[in-house]
Protein backbone atom coordinates (compact mmCIF):
# COMPACT_ATOMS: atom_id res chain seq x y z
CA UNK A 1 0.00 0.00 0.00
CA UNK A 2 1.29 3.38 -0.79
CA UNK A 3 2.48 5.80 1.85
CA UNK A 4 1.41 9.34 2.27
CA UNK A 5 2.66 11.31 -0.96
CA UNK A 6 3.37 14.84 -0.94
CA UNK A 7 4.40 16.97 -4.21
CA UNK A 8 6.22 18.43 -5.66
CA UNK A 9 9.58 17.15 -3.74
CA UNK A 10 11.52 20.20 -4.02
CA UNK A 11 10.28 24.37 -4.47
CA UNK A 12 12.08 27.54 -5.15
CA UNK A 13 10.07 30.51 -4.81
CA UNK A 14 10.73 34.19 -4.00
CA UNK A 15 10.02 36.23 -1.66
CA UNK A 16 6.18 37.43 -2.06
CA UNK A 17 5.10 34.78 -3.99
CA UNK A 18 2.65 32.52 -3.54
CA UNK A 19 3.20 28.34 -2.98
CA UNK A 20 0.85 25.45 -3.18
CA UNK A 21 1.81 22.31 -1.45
CA UNK A 22 -0.20 18.70 -2.01
CA UNK A 23 -0.65 16.15 -0.23
CA UNK A 24 -2.58 12.83 -0.67
CA UNK A 25 -3.12 10.48 2.89
CA UNK A 26 -2.89 6.83 3.39
CA UNK A 27 -5.63 4.75 2.02
CA UNK A 28 -8.45 4.62 4.11
CA UNK A 29 -7.44 7.54 6.70
CA UNK A 30 -9.25 10.44 6.84
CA UNK A 31 -7.09 13.39 8.85
CA UNK A 32 -4.08 15.19 7.42
CA UNK A 33 -1.79 17.38 9.96
CA UNK A 34 0.93 19.96 7.99
CA UNK A 35 4.02 20.48 9.72
CA UNK A 36 6.83 22.79 8.95
CA UNK A 37 10.45 21.27 9.88
CA UNK A 38 13.41 23.57 9.90
CA UNK A 39 16.50 22.64 9.64
CA UNK A 40 18.44 20.91 12.52
CA UNK A 41 14.73 21.09 14.86
CA UNK A 42 11.79 19.16 15.44
CA UNK A 43 8.41 19.43 13.41
CA UNK A 44 6.23 22.10 14.39
CA UNK A 45 2.65 21.56 13.85
CA UNK A 46 0.74 23.77 11.57
CA UNK A 47 -3.05 22.31 10.78
CA UNK A 48 -5.35 19.19 11.15
CA UNK A 49 -7.93 18.74 8.57
CA UNK A 50 -10.78 15.87 9.54
CA UNK A 51 -13.81 15.44 7.02
CA UNK A 52 -12.84 18.31 5.12
CA UNK A 53 -12.85 20.56 8.52
CA UNK A 54 -9.80 22.68 10.21
CA UNK A 55 -9.75 20.73 13.61
CA UNK A 56 -6.75 22.53 14.98
CA UNK A 57 -3.66 25.47 14.37
CA UNK A 58 -0.87 25.78 15.44
CA UNK A 59 1.14 29.49 15.89
CA UNK A 60 1.08 30.36 12.57
CA UNK A 61 0.50 33.44 10.79
CA UNK A 62 -2.69 33.62 8.72
CA UNK A 63 -0.44 33.27 5.91
CA UNK A 64 -0.85 29.88 6.12
CA UNK A 65 -4.05 28.34 4.84
CA UNK A 66 -4.92 24.71 3.85
CA UNK A 67 -8.21 22.56 2.83
CA UNK A 68 -9.11 19.34 2.41
CA UNK A 69 -11.03 17.26 -0.66
CA UNK A 70 -13.72 15.10 -0.69
CA UNK A 71 -11.02 12.55 -1.00
CA UNK A 72 -9.35 13.50 2.18
CA UNK A 73 -6.20 14.51 0.48
CA UNK A 74 -5.20 18.48 1.26
CA UNK A 75 -3.45 21.72 0.12
CA UNK A 76 -1.54 23.76 2.05
CA UNK A 77 -1.13 27.48 0.91
CA UNK A 78 1.45 30.09 2.24
CA UNK A 79 1.37 34.21 0.86
CA UNK A 80 3.39 36.61 0.88
CA UNK A 81 6.42 34.35 1.10
CA UNK A 82 9.38 35.23 3.46
CA UNK A 83 12.89 34.04 3.30
CA UNK A 84 11.79 32.34 7.45
CA UNK A 85 9.32 30.24 5.20
CA UNK A 86 12.01 28.24 3.74
CA UNK A 87 11.47 24.41 5.84
CA UNK A 88 10.50 20.96 5.10
CA UNK A 89 6.98 20.67 5.06
CA UNK A 90 5.50 17.89 6.12
CA UNK A 91 2.16 16.19 5.68
CA UNK A 92 0.90 13.43 7.95
CA UNK A 93 -1.99 11.04 8.02
CA UNK A 94 -4.21 9.31 10.48
CA UNK A 95 -7.31 7.13 10.52
CA UNK A 96 -9.49 9.83 12.76
CA UNK A 97 -9.12 12.86 14.30
CA UNK A 98 -7.60 12.45 17.10
CA UNK A 99 -6.27 8.65 16.67
CA UNK A 100 -2.53 8.28 16.67
CA UNK A 101 -0.27 7.21 15.53
CA UNK A 102 0.21 9.53 12.81
CA UNK A 103 2.56 8.73 9.59
CA UNK A 104 4.20 11.15 7.80
CA UNK A 105 5.18 11.59 4.13
CA UNK A 106 8.71 12.59 2.74
CA UNK A 107 7.96 16.03 2.50
CA UNK A 108 7.91 18.94 0.04
CA UNK A 109 11.34 20.91 0.35
CA UNK A 110 10.62 24.48 0.09
CA UNK A 111 13.40 26.96 -0.57
CA UNK A 112 12.85 30.72 -0.78
CA UNK A 113 15.09 33.34 -2.76
CA UNK B 1 4.43 23.69 29.38
CA UNK B 2 4.24 22.28 25.85
CA UNK B 3 7.36 21.68 25.58
CA UNK B 4 9.28 18.39 25.03
CA UNK B 5 13.30 18.07 25.96
CA UNK B 6 15.61 15.92 24.47
CA UNK B 7 19.28 14.98 24.66
CA UNK B 8 21.39 14.64 23.78
CA UNK B 9 21.91 17.06 21.02
CA UNK B 10 24.20 14.31 18.83
CA UNK B 11 25.16 10.46 20.37
CA UNK B 12 28.35 8.30 18.69
CA UNK B 13 27.92 4.97 19.40
CA UNK B 14 29.96 1.92 18.46
CA UNK B 15 28.21 -1.44 16.33
CA UNK B 16 26.61 -3.43 18.56
CA UNK B 17 26.42 -0.86 21.87
CA UNK B 18 23.62 0.37 23.39
CA UNK B 19 22.14 3.51 22.49
CA UNK B 20 19.86 6.02 24.69
CA UNK B 21 17.95 9.01 23.94
CA UNK B 22 16.33 10.75 26.62
CA UNK B 23 13.01 13.43 26.61
CA UNK B 24 11.71 15.05 29.39
CA UNK B 25 7.88 16.47 29.71
CA UNK B 26 6.15 19.20 31.80
CA UNK B 27 2.66 18.71 30.80
CA UNK B 28 1.03 15.55 32.57
CA UNK B 29 -1.90 15.88 30.08
CA UNK B 30 0.20 14.15 27.68
CA UNK B 31 -0.73 10.78 27.12
CA UNK B 32 0.78 9.60 23.93
CA UNK B 33 4.39 9.16 23.45
CA UNK B 34 5.72 8.16 19.56
CA UNK B 35 9.75 8.52 18.78
CA UNK B 36 10.41 8.52 15.29
CA UNK B 37 13.36 8.02 12.60
CA UNK B 38 14.42 10.33 10.30
CA UNK B 39 17.13 9.86 7.34
CA UNK B 40 18.23 12.74 5.50
CA UNK B 41 15.80 13.75 2.43
CA UNK B 42 13.41 11.49 4.41
CA UNK B 43 10.20 12.61 6.47
CA UNK B 44 9.49 10.64 9.98
CA UNK B 45 8.86 7.12 10.35
CA UNK B 46 6.97 5.92 13.26
CA UNK B 47 9.47 3.20 15.41
CA UNK B 48 7.71 3.03 18.53
CA UNK B 49 5.58 4.49 20.94
CA UNK B 50 4.08 4.26 24.37
CA UNK B 51 0.96 5.41 26.48
CA UNK B 52 1.61 6.08 30.63
CA UNK B 53 -0.58 3.22 31.44
CA UNK B 54 3.19 1.19 31.06
CA UNK B 55 6.48 1.95 31.66
CA UNK B 56 8.35 -0.28 28.96
CA UNK B 57 7.70 -1.24 25.76
CA UNK B 58 10.10 -3.23 23.57
CA UNK B 59 9.85 -3.90 19.78
CA UNK B 60 12.89 -6.12 18.26
CA UNK B 61 15.83 -3.68 19.12
CA UNK B 62 13.83 -1.13 20.19
CA UNK B 63 12.58 -0.37 23.63
CA UNK B 64 10.64 2.65 25.32
CA UNK B 65 11.25 3.32 28.80
CA UNK B 66 8.54 5.50 30.89
CA UNK B 67 8.80 7.52 34.17
CA UNK B 68 5.29 9.06 34.86
CA UNK B 69 6.49 10.37 38.45
CA UNK B 70 9.50 11.78 36.71
CA UNK B 71 7.77 12.86 33.46
CA UNK B 72 10.64 11.19 31.41
CA UNK B 73 10.75 8.38 28.76
CA UNK B 74 13.69 6.70 27.15
CA UNK B 75 14.78 5.06 23.41
CA UNK B 76 16.85 2.08 23.63
CA UNK B 77 18.36 0.72 20.49
CA UNK B 78 20.16 -2.75 21.19
CA UNK B 79 22.78 -3.65 19.30
CA UNK B 80 23.02 -1.01 17.59
CA UNK B 81 24.21 -1.44 13.48
CA UNK B 82 25.42 1.56 11.07
CA UNK B 83 22.12 1.29 9.45
CA UNK B 84 20.65 2.74 12.63
CA UNK B 85 22.42 6.02 12.24
CA UNK B 86 19.56 8.70 11.83
CA UNK B 87 18.13 11.51 13.74
CA UNK B 88 16.14 10.36 16.47
CA UNK B 89 12.79 12.48 17.51
CA UNK B 90 10.41 11.85 20.74
CA UNK B 91 7.37 13.52 20.59
CA UNK B 92 4.25 13.86 22.89
CA UNK B 93 0.84 14.32 22.79
CA UNK B 94 -2.47 15.58 24.49
CA UNK B 95 -5.93 13.52 24.80
CA UNK B 96 -8.08 16.80 24.72
CA UNK B 97 -5.90 17.73 21.79
CA UNK B 98 -4.26 14.56 20.60
CA UNK B 99 -4.41 16.00 16.82
CA UNK B 100 -0.79 17.31 17.36
CA UNK B 101 2.00 15.61 18.18
CA UNK B 102 4.75 18.42 19.76
CA UNK B 103 8.24 17.30 19.08
CA UNK B 104 12.23 17.66 20.49
CA UNK B 105 14.86 18.82 19.01
CA UNK B 106 16.17 15.71 18.05
CA UNK B 107 19.39 13.90 18.16
CA UNK B 108 21.29 12.95 15.57
CA UNK B 109 23.09 9.28 16.02
CA UNK B 110 26.19 7.73 14.25
CA UNK B 111 26.87 4.11 14.59
CA UNK B 112 30.16 3.42 14.11
CA UNK B 113 31.23 -0.07 12.41
Known amino acids: DAGVTQSPTHLIKTRGQQVTLRCSPI?????VSWYQQVLGQGPQFIFQYYEKEERGRGNFPDRFSARQFPNYSSELNVNALLLGDSALYLC????????????FGDGTRLSIL | QQQVKQSPQSLIVQKGGISIINCAYE??????FPWYQQFPGKGPALLIA?????SEKKEGRFTISFNKSAKQFSLHIMDSQPGDSATYFC????????????FGSGTRLLVRP
Open chain 2, 27 to 32: NTAFDY
Open chain 1, 92 to 103: ASSLGWREQPQH
Open chain 2, 91 to 102: AASNGDSSYKLI
Open chain 1, 27 to 31: SGHKS
Open chain 2, 50 to 54: IRPDV
